[in-house]
């Protein structure tokens, strides 16, 4: 099971040696630099202030040329960036918010589906699937789906059971880190991927 985490939307100082610390410990396996106002000269200070040996582990939602530049690993799809850029051969993802969705993005090498939880970075934003649904989608769309929206360290074991392929991780993630408590928040998250096997 795959852990992403995915940046906050605004700038946080100091966020770049958060990113470069939960990949260099294995709490998650890659990190979605998602800053949608962000500008292309923003968006390069932010890559350039994470170690370059971490670079194949990163995908942007935006600007799509410095994935090329820089050698990321990913990009990630949406209405204001769909276009694959010519000459790019990491990971393409999408976000999904119905399992209809899921079956236009077959071409991606994976998916977010959302909310799978009720949202933590977006209060109101409720979970709409049930159990079931998400367990009969991912039986289906094997090794696709990686559960997003209200996802905590503490719900991974379910999301597992489900048969989710991963999960990522935002506003449990920033709170963790604005409040002071990111050093725990990454060992407590590394402790429940070593119970899962994950």
Not at 99 to 124: H, T, W
Not at 145 to 158: D, H, Q, S, V, Y
Not at 181 to 188: A, C, E, L, P, R
Request: glycine share 8%.
């Amino acid at each position: 099971m795959e852990i992403i985490v995915i940046t906050s939307p605004d700038a946080v100082p100091g966020e770049a040696v958060v990113i470069s610390e939960l990949l260099d410990s294995g709490a998650a396996n890659r990190v979605h630099l998602r800053r949608p106002y962000a500008s292309a000269q923003e968006m390069g200070k932010l890559i350039e202030a994470v170690p370059q040996r971490l670079y194949g582990k990163l995908s942007v939602h935006s600007h799509f040329d410095l994935a090329i530049r820089y050698g990321l690993g990913g990009i990630h799809l949406n209405s204001h960036y769909s276009e694959i850029p010519a000459g790019f051969s990491g990971l393409i993802s999408r976000s999904c918010h119905s399992l209809a969705d899921i079956e236009n993005a077959m071409q991606e090498d994976y998916v977010f589906l959302s909310p799978v939880f009720d949202s933590i970075s977006k209060p109101g934003y409720e979970s709409k699937f049930s159990n079931m649904s998400l367990y009969i989608a991912n039986r289906f769309y094997c090794g696709k789906i990686m559960a997003l929206g209200g996802i905590t360290p503490e719900k991974l074991l379910p999301l597992q059971d489900i048969g989710f392929a991963g999960a990522a991780m935002l506003g449990c993630v920033w709170s963790a880190f604005l409040s002071g408590h990111i050093n725990s928040f990454i060992s407590n998250l590394i402790c429940i991927r070593r119970q899962l096997n994950i």
